[in-house]
T-cell receptor
Framework: EDQVTQSPEALRLQEGESSSLNCSYT??????LFWYRQDPGKGPEFLFT???AGEEKEKERLKATLTKKESFLHITAPKPEDSATYLCAPRGNTGKLIFGQGTTLQVKP | GAVVSQHPSWVICKSGTSVKIECRSL??????MFWYRQFPKQSLMLMATSNEGSKATYEQGVEKDKFLINHASLTLSTLTVTSAHPEDSSFYICSARGEQSTDTQYFGPGTRLTVL
C-alpha cells in the first residue's frame, strides 16, 4: 500500500536557523515526488517536482532532495514569510498524488 | 507556474440547497482535474478524478450522487454539492494537470463552503 509520512508534524525555528523537513514514502512505480507549500485558507502552491533518486532542486532558500525512500526539504536561513505548511506528495502508478499530513513551519523573527 | 482559479472563493448556503463550484485552468489545457476536500488541520482528501469528456471516478466512500462533477472542456470542471447539509461544510480545492501523467498538478485557491 502506498504510504507517506512527514516529520516533524510541527517545527518552530528562529529566523536564520536552518533545518530540514523529512518525507518518507512507499509508492509503487514512482512518477514524481511533489512538494507544495500551503498557507492557511489557501490552496497548495507548487514548489518542486523530483523524479529520480539523487535529483536536487533549489528555489530561493529551499532545496529539495530525493532518495529511493525519502525526500528532504532543506530550508536555509529561513525568514518569517517562509512560515506555512509544507506538503510532500509522491505520485505512483495510480496517477494520484498521495499526500502526507504535512509539516507546519513557524519561523519567528 | 500555471494558474488554476476557483469560483466562488466562499459560499454560505442553507441546508437542502445545492451549490456549484467552478474550477478553471487559465493558461493550460487540463486533461485531468481533481477535486479534494480538506478539514481543519488535516491534509487533502481526494474526492474524485475527472478526465475531459468522461465520467468522473470517485474515491471510495464519496457519494457520486451527492457530489456531481462535470468536466466538459479542457479548461473547466464543476463540482455541485447537492442537497447540502452542515456536515458538507468544508474547504474544497480543485487541481488540474496536463496531458502527461508526470505533469505537475496545480491547485486552485479553494472554496470555503458553509452550510447552515
Amino acid at each position: 500500500e502506498d504510504q507517506v509520512t512527514q516529520s516533524p508534524e510541527a517545527l518552530r525555528l528562529q529566523e536564520g536557523e536552518s533545518s530540514s523537513l523529512n518525507c518518507s514514502y512507499t509508492v509503487s512505480g514512482l512518477r514524481g515526488l511533489f512538494w507544495y507549500r500551503q498557507d492557511p485558507g489557501k490552496g497548495p502552491e507548487f514548489l518542486f517536482t523530483l523524479y529520480s533518486a539523487g535529483e536536487e532542486k533549489e528555489k530561493e532558500r529551499l532545496k529539495a532532495t530525493l532518495t529511493k525512500k525519502e525526500s528532504f526539504l532543506h530550508i536555509t536561513a529561513p525568514k518569517p514569510e517562509d512560515s506555512a505548511t509544507y506538503l510532500c506528495a509522491p505520485r505512483g502508478n495510480t496517477g494520484k498524488l498521495i499526500f502526507g499530513q504535512g509539516t507546519t513551519l513557524q519561523v519567528k523573527p | 507556474g500555471a494558474v488554476v482559479s476557483q469560483h466562488p472563493s466562499w459560499v454560505i448556503c442553507k441546508s437542502g440547497t445545492s451549490v456549484k463550484i467552478e474550477c478553471r485552468s487559465l493558461d493550460f489545457q487540463a486533461t485531468t482535474m481533481f477535486w479534494y476536500r480538506q478539514f481543519p488541520k488535516q491534509s487533502l482528501m481526494l474526492m474524485a478524478t475527472s478526465n475531459e469528456g468522461s465520467k468522473a471516478t470517485y474515491e471510495q466512500g464519496v457519494e457520486k450522487d451527492k457530489f456531481l462533477i462535470n468536466h466538459a472542456s479542457l479548461t473547466l470542471s464543476t463540482l455541485t454539492v447537492t442537497s447540502a447539509h452542515p456536515e458538507d461544510s468544508s474547504f474544497y480545492i480543485c487541481s488540474a494537470r496536463g496531458e502527461q501523467s508526470t505533469d505537475t498538478q496545480y491547485f486552485g485557491p479553494g472554496t470555503r463552503l458553509t452550510v447552515l
